[in-house]
């Protein structure tokens, strides 16, 4: 089975092995680790996490890179998971089997507050609407899953961004100017790490007219066993009828919501490893009876 295992050496340090049973798994265990990292990495730093020789790490790397998962930055030396990589992420949220599961968490939740509700996660420097239920009033702004907010004036943005170290935010909004999209909409580096700090510490973020004119969002975090989650829900509504005040009242529907979905969540990556498993097994199977094949022919 292709996966990582994390080992502990004498001196307490915690090595990654690279494992599996082809060179094509063992690849994909590279890309599971990949996965991990919230920051640029190099080919010397993953040597030493791993402990694997460095001309086949450079061969493993040169492969995804080529194939458009990975991505240089800097100098060179760094690397980056590539866009079709992200897209792939993308794609896995987008149409999971346990979308349905999402989904009628969504609609209950929608049913509880009268207004519409989402399921977000972080892609680059942008928010993606996973899923999505439209509140039935007439008066809404519509927005269809796969549709792409900034991240640092959103509330889902910003929840999760607030996760992030200080040198990881600035150096992801600090890339390139920030866009004023209303009046309130923050720009300033220093103010915006002011309000993560407050985000991370309340447990919540809201976005106040600071994307589009009128509308106001709230959100939370998805729990995880992960050391940062990638997922939030959020309800969004006009502010004449859903101010920042009454948002803080939403709070509880919102938390129980998100825990729902976590459980969803948990439940899908345990059904997924199952599915690994087994298929792993099954060609375990045929390798074995191929080689009873060869020695009874």
């Known amino acids: 089975m292709a ?3 994390r080992l502990s050496g004498p001196d307490g340090q915690t090595a ?3 494992a599996g049973d082809t060179p094509t798994m063992r690849l994909f265990s590279l890309l599971e680790l990949i996965a991990t990292k919230d920051q640029l990495f190099t080919l010397q730093g993953l040597v030493e996490e ?3 020789p460095k001309p086949t790490l450079h061969r493993m790397l040169q492969q995804l890179e080529g194939a458009g998962l990975l991505i240089r930055q800097d100098n060179g030396r760094h690397y980056s998971a590539g866009v079709r ?3 792939m992420a993308e794609d896995l949220l987008l149409n999971d089997i346990h979308h349905g599961a999402r989904h009628a968490v969504l609609r209950n939740l929608v049913g509880e507050l009268g207004e519409s509700c989402n399921i977000t996660a972080v892609s680059g420097s942008e928010v993606v609407y996973l899923d999505r239920v439209e509140t039935p009033e007439p008066l809404r702004i519509t927005l269809q899953p796969g549709s792409r907010v900034p991240v640092h004036c959103s509330a889902s943005g910003k929840m999760i961004l607030s996760q992030f170290s200080p040198v ?3 150096r992801l909004l600090g890339a390139a100017p920030l866009e004023r999209y209303t009046n309130k909409t923050v720009t300033d580096l220093d103010l915006i790490e002011g309000e993560l700090q407050r985000v991370r510490r309340d447990g919540y973020a809201i976005d106040d007219e600071e994307f589009l004119p009128g509308l106001v969002c709230v959100a939370v975090l998805v729990p995880t066993t992960n050391a940062a989650s990638n997922l939030c829900v959020a309800v969004q509504a006009p502010v004449m009828r859903l101010t920042p005040e009454k948002g803080l009242k939403l709070l509880p529907a919102l938390q129980r ?3 729902a979905i976590g459980l969803i969540e948990a439940q899908s990556v345990e059904d997924r490893m199952a599915g690994i498993q087994s298929a792993e097994d099954r060609m ?3 390798r074995s009876a191929g ?3 060869q020695w009874t022919s």
């Open 3 to 5: 996966e990582i295992h």
């Open 16 to 18: 990654v092995e690279l």
């Open 85 to 87: 990589l992200r897209r």
């Open 168 to 170: 990881q935010r600035r």
């Open 291 to 293: 080689k009873d094949k």
């Open 284 to 286: 375990a199977g045929i």
């Open 50 to 52: 791993t402990g694997t």
């Open 257 to 259: 919501a998100a825990d």
